[in-house]
């Protein structure tokens, strides 16, 4: 009787033990899964906090008065908003990578291309004038203006730049310029 008796206390003292331990590691799990829903909660506020700042960058970009881009790493186009499009009469497709530049006069391709080079190695602003060719196949005066791109840790991540139609204001200043020399 005394063996049985020492069996069951101990059975009794492993049972009180081990309900201790299933309560105290069913807290231990309540309180992580309270944080993993917190964790999920934070992460679910964030990621509809940017889907709304991307959706008011793009509907501030497409109703802009200008042309804007951007470019990556590789220095090639990654986006250009709707009035580019627009203007250009292309697709966003036709105009990514290196695509723009079959609209920009050949006349003006090595000096655009040798300002932005040196600008994208530098990291620094830009601004240089160039004709491009609208969707109607007229040739227009645009100012670019390109600054860098930084994005926190990863530092440099390209450029983003805006051009707007300086044709009359270069037509201007010429029909000026000539009635000096009259």
């Given amino acids: 009787i005394t063996d049985r008796k020492r069996a069951e206390d101990l059975l009794r003292r492993s049972h009180e033990r ?3 331990e299933v309560q105290e590691r069913t807290e231990e799990l309540r309180r992580t899964n309270e944080q993993l829903e917190q964790d999920l909660i934070t992460i679910t506020n964030m990621q509809a906090t940017l889907r709304s700042t991307e959706n008011r960058f793009q ?3 497409d109703h802009a008065p200008v042309l804007i881009w951007i470019s990556d790493l590789t220095q090639r186009c990654i986006w250009v908003n709707n009035p580019w499009r627009e203007f250009v009469g292309r697709t966003l497709e036709q105009d990514l990578g290196d695509g723009w530049v079959e609209n920009v006069h050949s006349d003006d391709i090595d ?22 060719r609208r969707h109607d196949g ?29 044709t009359e204001q270069k037509a201007a200043t010429t029909a000026a310029h000539d009635s000096e020399q009259i």
């Fill in 111 to 132: 000096d655009i291309l040798r300002v932005y080079n040196n600008a994208f190695s530098e990291q620094q602003e830009f601004k240089m004038e160039y004709r491009l």
């Fill in 59 to 61: 509907v501030m970009a």
């Fill in 138 to 166: 007229q040739w227009r005066w645009l100012l670019n203006h390109g600054v860098p791109r930084f994005e926190g840790e990863k530092g440099f991540v390209g450029f983003i730049g805006s051009c707007i139609d300086i």
């Fill in 18 to 20: 081990l309900e201790v």
